[in-house]
């Protein structure tokens, strides 16, 4: 049977424009001409470097150069492993066999849907079993960095033999900015070095921590705890705190109390495109620092570190509720009055919240509040739950717990693990006037309705404060989304797919994702979505991820990087180049 990967169908998605006349896709006979010195080499084009060449490389890296392989490999070929691929199949939706992988990723966008593990030749239905396995979009090669000048001799071969670049840590990014087709990957997952100590200087004195780039949001939360601290990371335990979080805003628990990810930055280590190794902060480097902080990941140069801010530790006060109620207008009535009582939170510092909504279903997965009692929990709740009583709605669960460290509250209400790895995401930033407008709340309502009519939908609705008065600095310190700042509450919403998704029904509901995304967008005008967990082809990402930064950002780019060695989409001047149908990335 003939397959259609999904990696094909993304290509087809984000290139269409650079189709020769007529729109007919050249054979390969004629391959050679879309390879000119204006596109990144193949493997198979006449100047992909020579095994001699990748050699030279690995020895300089010390033996740490990488073959890439699909992790769903070992159930194809002419005689197939049959215990480790069913190992393979055990774990196909953990993210761990993706995390620990040079050039796997966990999206199945872009981890290459050719490579299924239930295909292949030990498929139970005869039609898969004549299905092929390549590593279709992954990096060909990857380097376990291992410090500096690892990453400085990746960055030099990529850039003197005209190959693609791509950093990986966890792979976690949906948006596919941690993989690419003929790419040389810097692997940075084992870098983990960390050290919490006092900063000085003329914008910030106290507590910091300086991570490596590998070091994951847990890793961290642990570390920290140890020394007396908290850190300001993600909710997922195994997305990299460093990395793509960081970079690009990074909300989590402790974001109502202290600001965002970029919010916390100090510092960077970086290797810059030429190979320079600098340090990035408000004096040093400064427009690289302010880039760094929250203009998005893997764009301007390689972070080896960050240095960031640390809080001392002590109780965090933690709740949740929830509720199944099949009267539909009981339901929205309450999703409503939880909205509207965000506004009372909103003023209450530090407190964050996060609900899931399914069909039926509210749940107030947690409440966190720092340095907070119960009785500030309770007290903050009462008129949520007196609307409940009100409305007749029935509460199934509802508990208040203080821990004596924030490590310990994450642990027992955050710490988490998905269901599947073949999620489709989108988000949205709801701004404060959207909920006061008592004629603009129900349409956010209308959205939410049509998005959970959807089999396997859910939305989220995350609760934080991160204005520019809570977090202590001014709009020019970073470059996060302005978008941020107005918003009372920011939703992700998606589908939850099949496990064995076919690369059409991936495109279909990445197709979904984006008119959600749309219809949000119609109702919060001037507003933004959160890059990290948003469409990577949504035609309007440049005003909805960036904002006013782009520009900016885009001159940043230009200065650090003008031979765009660093590449992704969608990110700050990524429209330099394009991604053509046979996989070459050329300049547009």
């Known amino acids: 049977m003939l397959r259609i990967t999904f990696f094909a169908l993304h290509v087809l998605l984000i290139a269409s424009a650079s189709l020769p006349p007529g729109g007919t896709v050249p054979p390969l006979s004629t391959r050679q001409s879309l390879e000119p010195s204006t596109c990144r080499y193949l493997p198979g084009d006449s100047k992909w470097p020579s095994p001699d060449a990748w050699a030279e490389l690995n020895n300089t890296v010390g033996g740490m150069l990488l073959r890439g ?191 965002l990810g970029s919010d916390q930055t100090l510092e960077f280590e970086v290797i810059t495109a030429d190979g320079r190794h600098l340090n990035a902060s408000r004096v040093e480097n400064p427009d690289l620092y302010w880039a760094l902080s929250g203009g998005g990941p893997g764009n301007y140069a390689v972070v080896l570190s960050v240095t960031l801010k640390v809080y001392d530790d002590g109780p965090v006060a933690g709740s949740r509720l929830s509720f199944a109620e099949n009267d539909s207008s009981k339901y929205w009535a309450a999703v409503e009055a939880w909205e509207r009582h965000l506004l009372v939170l909103d003023t209450i510092p530090g407190f964050q919240s996060l609900v899931l909504l399914s069909k039926g279903i509210f749940s107030l997965d947690y409440v966190t509040l720092p340095d907070g009692s119960g009785e500030d929990i309770t007290t903050a709740l009462v008129p949520f739950y007196e609307e409940l009583e009100r409305l007749g709605v029935t509460v199934t669960r509802n508990e208040t717990v203080i821990h004596d460290t924030f490590l310990q509250h994450y642990q027992y209400y955050e710490g988490n693990t998905y269901d599947s790895r073949n999620v489709t995401m989108g988000s949205r930033m709801i701004p404060r006037s959207l909920v006061a407008n008592a004629a603009r709340l129900p349409q956010l309502t209308k959205v939410y309705k049509q998005i959970l009519a959807t089999e396997n939908a859910f939305v989220y609705i995350i609760g934080q404060n991160v204005t520019h008065a809570r977090v202590g600095n001014k709009p020019s310190d970073n470059a996060v989304l302005p978008a941020w700042r107005d918003s009372l509450f920011i939703i992700n919403f998606g589908i939850i797919g099949d496990p064995l998704e076919s690369s059409e029904g991936l495109v279909a509901d990445l197709a979904t994702a984006n008119d959600w995304q749309l219809l949000l967008r119609e109702i919060t005008p001037r507003g933004g979505s959160y890059m990290n967990e948003a469409t990577f082809d949504f035609p309007y990402w440049k005003e909805d991820y960036y904002g006013d930064t782009y520009d900016r950002l885009v001159a940043v780019k230009k200065r650090y990087d003008p031979g765009y060695v660093l590449w992704s989409t969608p990110s700050a001047g990524g429209d330099a180049y394009t991604l053509r149908r046979d996989g070459h990335l050329c300049k547009a």
């Not at 492993?81 to 796997?104: G, I, M, R, Y």
């Not at 590593?135 to 400085?152: D, Q, S």
């Open 69 to 259: 392989a699909p992790v769903g490999q070992p159930c194809y070929g002419p005689s197939p492993n049959v215990a480790t691929c069913a190992k393979v199949q055990e774990n196909w939706q953990e993210f761990s066999p993706f995390l620990e992988d040079p050039v796997n990723v966990i999206s199945p966008y872009f981890e290459n849907t050719e490579c299924n593990p239930f295909y292949g030749p030990l498929s139970s239905n005869m039609t898969e079993r004549n299905a092929t396995c390549s590593l279709g979009g992954l990096a060909y090669y990857a380097i376990n960095v291992t410090g500096p000048e690892a990453i400085r001799a990746g960055i030099n071969f990529a850039r003197e033999h005209n190959v693609r670049l791509i950093i990986k840590n966890t792979g976690h990014d949906v948006l596919g900015r941690s993989t690419g087709q003929g790419s040389l990957a810097l692997w940075t997952h084992y870098l983990k070095d960390y050290s919490f100590f006092q900063y000085k200087s003329k914008s910030y004195k106290g507590p910091a921590a300086r991570i490596s780039a590998g070091i994951q949001v847990e890793e961290l939360y642990v570390a920290a705890a140890a020394a007396g601290y908290r850190a300001t990371a993600g909710t997922c335990q195994s997305v990299g705190a460093a990395g793509g979080w960081i970079q690009s805003a990074g909300h989590g628990p402790l974001s109502a109390k202290y600001g």
